[in-house]
């Protein structure tokens, strides 16, 4: 307590007294043995805490002073509702790669996640749209996948004719509306004279997957996402839809110079 005192200019009672009504607060962080005061494992944890606060602190005073931020921080990443899981893991390794940055994903609508990444809460957006009406923001492409429609096995016996007349008047599982590849898969339909039955439109591509392996319609998805479903048995292709299905990783920009998004928008460019 004497050194401690002595580091930080307090005098030992008034060090003392606010130590106490720290634990007060939060518990008992100290305890005392052969006469010196050691750390309880909550201490331990509180410890922790401060040190990152600490670390946080100075941190903070180098993009201060340096005009530009760490690369030695959490990115967090918005990821759209609709985007496949597979694409979202691809590209949050592809992120991983290029730098040590701690990475949070936080799942939302495209309005919610673009007015997030508009005042600076999130760092990019991963989104199965390049909207154009965001000009403080540059979409880069993540990746593209060969769109089809897949069913269960003993949905597709059901299905009668030749491609793409067989689907007519049987359950589909569609996005819901406004998403994007719900507006293509509508013009598909609309030029083939198709009118298949909508029993479900769901935003998740999780749960769509889902419900077409338990055979609950036929469901538009791309081949990456469905891969290991299809290898596996659960799923069998009804027909290839003439369009791929495009996604991308938008970034907003910025006022101080961050040689970390140069980076990824240097690697997401080149490929």
């Given at each position: 307590?004497?050194?401690?005192?002595?580091?930080?200019?307090?005098?030992?009672?008034?060090?003392?007294?606010?130590?106490?009504?720290?634990?007060?607060?939060?518990?008992?962080?100290?305890?005392?043995?052969?006469?010196?005061?050691?750390?309880?494992?909550?201490?331990?944890?509180?410890?922790?805490?401060?040190?990152?606060?600490?670390?946080?602190?100075?941190?903070?005073?180098?993009?201060?002073?340096?005009?530009?931020?760490?690369?030695?921080?959490?990115?967090?990443?918005?990821?759209?509702?609709?985007?496949?899981?597979?694409?979202?893991?691809?590209?949050?390794?592809?992120?991983?790669?290029?730098?040590?940055?701690?990475?949070?994903?936080?799942?939302?609508?495209?309005?919610?996640?673009?007015?997030?990444?508009?005042?600076?809460?999130?760092?990019?957006?991963?989104?199965?749209?390049?909207?154009?009406?965001?000009?403080?923001?540059?979409?880069?492409?993540?990746?593209?996948?060969?769109?089809?429609?897949?069913?269960?096995k003993n949905l597709k016996k059901d299905l009668k004719g030749t491609y793409p007349q067989q689907i007519n008047n049987h359950p589909i599982i569609l996005p819901t509306p406004g998403h994007p590849l719900r507006q293509k898969l509508e013009q598909f339909f609309l030029q083939e004279g198709l009118v298949p039955q909508i029993v479900a439109e769901i935003p998740d591509t999780a749960l769509i997957k889902e419900l077409g392996v338990q055979g609950a319609g036929i469901i538009a998805l791309g081949e990456t996402t469905v891969k290991s479903w299809v290898e596996a048995g659960r799923l069998v292709k009804v027909g290839v839809l003439p369009f791929e299905q495009r996604y991308w990783l938008a970034v907003p920009r910025k006022d101080l110079r961050d040689p970390l998004s140069e980076k990824i928008i240097k690697e997401f460019r080149r490929n």
């Open positions: 307590m004497s050194e401690a005192s002595r580091r930080l200019r307090l005098g030992q009672p008034t060090l003392s007294l606010q130590l106490k009504q720290l634990e007060e607060k939060i518990g008992v962080l100290f305890e005392r043995r052969n006469r010196r005061l050691v750390l309880t494992e909550r201490g331990r944890v509180v410890l922790r805490y401060a040190q990152d606060i600490f670390a946080r602190g100075d941190e903070l005073k180098r993009v201060v002073e340096r005009g530009e931020l760490s690369e030695q921080r959490t990115l967090t990443i918005g990821a759209q509702e609709g985007v496949p899981k597979a694409i979202i893991g691809g590209t949050i390794v592809r992120l991983r790669a290029l730098s040590q940055a701690r990475i949070a994903v936080r799942e939302g609508s495209a309005g919610e996640l673009f007015e997030e990444l508009s005042v600076g809460h999130l760092d990019f957006v991963i989104s199965d749209h390049r909207f154009t009406q965001f000009s403080a923001v540059s979409f880069l492409p993540v990746a593209k996948e060969k769109m089809a429609l897949w069913s269960s």
